[in-house]
């Protein structure tokens, strides 16, 4: 059982880290995505690339996805004088695709994972919906950035104000989200639903930004290390809030070294999906006040993430 009680410094943890955790990929993809076919001349594609002014495009046949090609395959090509070869011939094969659905921060899992430009965005049947690079993400961020600002300068009450005319020994108000094992489609859902609630009850938004990252790193623990799946609740007090997570998983033998940045125990293909990278506990402790985590092996999980909803309220 571990037991985190120890001042954390909050200041770092901002709306940028809170939104590339809400923020879908289809929010900021290019939708209308130019395309080249296996069959089209690598000169005509050096002529597609300047007219748009684009670095890369998906190629697409019949339909379907085949490959992508970027501007460093045309400069090989240039440099090796073979521009009157097909993109077919120089393009990568089944490349890596993102899902309109996944959050942005596992975008950035796969840029800074795989270093590709960009990537293809496919639907649930396959078909290419769109395209992601880098810079969509930060013109996204950006938009984003934009809207909370309002949104934040015309927020005038907080969570507190929702309990001052109930009069009890013990007012609260239970959130209950169940977490499916392996359920990557979905991942995200509930702690963008925690988020929605707090910003409605007017939470201030530095609080908003902290649970929405501890929730979102409570659900992937759950659908990525458990069997049977879990639950999810929150808790929201006059004073705090409190998340808390259960599971009948494999439980954690040592939690210690779980607890230390980097360290996963999550297969490599989970790693290929953008997920599991080692973070999810260390990024939890440090959004938190304060932190319960009891576990051991075979008797599944219990996480508890409290956050005082103001720096007055601590105790």
Not at 12 to 26: C, E, K, M, T
């Amino acid at each position: 059982m571990s037991n985190s009680n120890d001042t954390v410094d909050h200041s770092d943890i901002g709306i940028v880290q809170q939104l590339v955790y809400q923020i879908r990929v289809a929010e900021v993809m290019t939708h209308d995505v130019i395309t080249v076919t296996p069959q089209t001349p690598m000169a005509e594609l050096a002529r597609v690339l300047q007219e748009h002014q684009i670095s890369g495009t998906p190629v697409v046949e019949a339909g379907n996805l085949v490959g992508i090609i970027s501007v460093e395959d045309l400069i090989k090509a240039l440099a090796a004088g073979e521009m009157s070869a097909t993109v077919g011939e120089k393009m990568t094969r089944e490349p890596i695709a993102l899902h309109p659905d996944q959050p942005v921060v596992q975008a950035f899992n796969y840029f800074t994972n795989y270093r590709f430009g960009r990537f293809p965005v496919l639907d649930g049947e396959r078909r290419l919906v769109g395209i992601l690079t880098r810079s969509n993400i930060i013109q996204g961020l950006l938009k984003k950035l934009e809207i909370e600002f309002h949104e934040e300068q015309i927020r005038h009450y907080r969570a507190s104000h929702v309990f001052e005319d109930i009069v009890s020994d013990r007012t609260s108000i239970h959130l209950t989200y169940g977490v499916a094992a392996g359920d990557f489609a979905h991942a995200g859902e509930a702690s963008g639903k925690i988020k929605l609630v707090l910003t409605r009850l007017g939470v201030p938004p530095d609080i908003i930004r902290r649970a929405a990252i501890a929730s979102y790193e409570a659900e992937m623990n759950v659908i990525i290390h458990t069997i049977e799946g879990g639950e999810m609740t929150v808790e929201i007090l006059p004073k705090q809030l409190v998340i808390r997570t259960v599971d009948n998983g494999p439980g954690i033998s040592d939690i210690d070294q779980a607890m230390e940045p980097g360290y996963s125990t999550a297969p490599e293909w989970i790693r290929e999906l953008g997920f599991g990278a080692g973070m999810g506990l260390s990024n939890i402790r440090r959004c938190a006040d304060q932190m319960r985590l009891e576990s051991s092996p075979g008797n599944g999980t219990r996480l508890e993430a409290m956050i005082w909803l103001t720096r007055k309220d601590k105790p």
